[in-house]
């Protein structure tokens, strides 16, 4: 690993041994890391491939793309957006590539910085935006959105039952305005009348209002036919997600390309996904993490 990439204890890759054995980058191909982060999988990739010139890291976090700065040394290719308007801006370039990945969810760095406001466990401002240029935030959310919207939110996003998901809207509605994820979780705490072990009752709800704040399912959605434009003949997507609801997303994708048989552009090579909790035992982030992968025909 080259020594000028950006240090990866920031961040430990999700599935690292498990995509580069499935997506079997190759000496000169070029690659396209659509949520590039902390450069841990471009680091591994682009060794592998030594070509920087023709490769393209995306991420809309600035705090990534600050780190990410030492691959454009190298001479790749730096795009600070969001991966749907990455993924519509390369392929209306015309750009084709021969790897592309994937790699949902949110990086360690932005859940351990408190100010970010994606953490309950050390409080900080309601914000949970990826991109800070962006509006929305999870202040607007929480303090603007109706209780239905909220009950909404957090039950499809939260996967949380509809009756807690009530109780938590209408304690919401009730208290604000909320300025602190600490204060955010309490109530939520409070609401709770059962009993808790393992997991913080504001767990589901958090991710509920990430992926509210951040338009993540859309993201996915808008991206995934343009990937087959995107890829080379040849060419491997690997997509690693964390929610069931983003893997559904895939996993539908994949198949209705799947099924159209002879007119399809992609051929999926995972049948089943790829599972961290198998594939990746020793890294705690890898639990709920699943790897899809396609050919281009
Ligand atoms: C799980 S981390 C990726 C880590 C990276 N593979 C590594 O090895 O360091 C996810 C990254 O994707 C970014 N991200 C998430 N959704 C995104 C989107 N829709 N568009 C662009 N970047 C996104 C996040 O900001 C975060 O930096």
């Given at each position: 690993m080259s020594k000028e990439h950006p240090p990866h204890n920031l961040h430990v890759p999700v599935l690292l041994d498990a995509t580069v054995e499935t997506l079997k980058p190759k000496v000169g191909e070029n690659y396209l890391d659509l949520t590039a982060g902390y450069g841990g999988h471009a680091s591994r990739?682009?060794?592998?491939?030594?070509?920087?010139?023709?490769?393209?890291?995306?991420?809309?976090?600035?705090?990534?793309?600050?780190?990410?700065?030492?691959?454009?040394?190298?001479?790749?290719?730096?795009?600070?957006?969001?991966?749907?308007?990455?993924g519509q801006q390369l392929a209306?370039?015309?750009?084709?590539?021969?790897?592309?990945?994937?790699?949902?969810?949110?990086?360690?760095?932005?859940?351990?910085?408190?100010?970010?406001?994606?953490?309950?466990?050390?409080?900080?401002?309601?914000?949970?935006?990826?991109?800070?240029?962006?509006?929305k935030s999870a202040s607007t959310l929480v303090n603007n959105a109706s209780e239905e919207e909220l009950t909404r939110i957090i039950t499809q996003y939260g996967e949380e039952p509809i009756g807690f998901s009530r109780i938590i809207a209408k304690a919401i509605i009730t208290n604000r305005p909320l300025s602190k994820t600490g204060e955010l979780a309490d109530l939520i705490k409070d609401s709770y009348r059962g009993k808790w072990k393992k997991t913080h009752p504001a767990t589901?709800?958090?991710?509920?209002?990430?992926?509210?704040?951040?338009?993540?399912?859309?993201?996915?959605?808008?991206?995934?036919?343009?990937?087959?434009?995107?890829?080379?003949?040849?060419?491997?997507?690997?997509?690693?997600?964390f929610?069931?609801?983003?893997?559904?997303?895939?996993?539908?994708?994949?198949?209705e390309q799947f099924d159209l048989g002879l007119e399809s552009e992609l051929l999926p090579i995972t049948k089943k996904p790829i599972a961290?909790?198998?594939?990746?035992?020793?890294?705690?982030?890898?639990?709920?993490?699943?790897?899809?992968v396609a050919v281009k025909k």
């Open positions: 990739i682009l060794d592998i491939t030594g070509n920087y010139a023709e490769s393209v890291l995306v991420d809309r976090d600035e705090y990534a793309i600050e780190r990410l700065k030492s691959f454009s040394d190298r001479g790749v290719r730096l795009l600070h957006t969001d991966f749907a308007a990455a209306d370039e015309g750009l084709k590539f021969n790897v592309i990945l994937v790699d949902l969810g949110v990086s360690s760095p932005q859940l351990d910085q408190f100010d970010r406001g994606f953490s309950f466990t050390n409080s900080g401002p309601l914000d949970m935006r990826m991109d800070r240029r962006q509006e589901r709800t958090f991710q509920a209002i990430r992926i509210a704040v951040n338009d993540e399912l859309r993201q996915v959605e808008d991206l995934l036919p343009n990937l087959p434009r995107l890829l080379k003949p040849g060419g491997r997507v690997g997509i690693i997600s929610h069931s609801l983003e893997d559904r997303l895939v996993k539908r994708y994949f198949k961290g909790d198998i594939y990746d035992v020793h890294n705690p982030r890898s639990r709920s993490s699943k790897l899809r």
